[in-house]
Structures are given as C-alpha cells and as structure tokens.
C-alpha cells in the first residue's frame, strides 16, 4: 500500500508472513528445545508490518514491527517474541 499525495509516494506499507519447519533431528531429552513429539511442535511462525517513508532523495527511514510465534520452546522461554527494526540511509551528497 502506498499513499500519495501531489502524486509524491509519501509511505510505503508492506506486509511479510512467514511459516519455518524445523528439519533438526529430535533429542531424546524431554527438557531440550528440540525434542519434538509432533510434527505442530516444528513450526515457527513471523510476521512483519514494514513501513517506510522516503524525506528527500537523501534521507530515507524505514521502522519494522515484527511477531514471532514458537510452537515448541524450552522450559521457561516464551512461544511469543515481539521485536523492533529501525533502519535508515542518509546521502551527504
């Protein structure tokens, strides 16, 4: 989604999802990360809202709020993440 104004693109917004299955063995330990009972407890899961807007030809900044879903973790981590991208480019020329 873009949205102009005095046919200038002033913000652009796009939305990224991906799914990831794991294809490491599976531990016999019950208390390791990676001791699979199904195939569900393989599944990793992100989304991410990309916005970015474009100040002049020498200044851009982009800001990426992103999620992450772990069907699967080790005793005490968390299945959900919520993480912050900042980036920029700036020209001197």
């Known amino acids: 989604m873009e949205h102009t104004v005095d046919n200038r693109i ?11 299955v794991s294809a490491m063995g599976a ?3 019950k208390q390791s990360a990676a001791s699979f009972t199904g195939f ?7 989304t991410q809202l990309i916005i970015a807007r474009k100040f ?5 900044l ?6 992450l879903h772990r069907n699967y973790i080790a005793y005490n981590d968390q299945n959900d993440l ?7 480019r700036g020209q001197s020329q």
């Open 40 to 46: 569900s407890d393989r599944l990793c899961h992100v």
């Open 62 to 67: 982009t800001v990426v709020p992103s999620y």
């Open 27 to 29: 531990a016999e330990n």
């Open 10 to 20: 002033s913000v652009s917004i796009a939305f990224f999802g991906s799914t990831t």
């Open 56 to 60: 002049s030809s020498k200044l851009s």
């Open 82 to 88: 919520f993480a912050l991208g900042i980036g920029g």
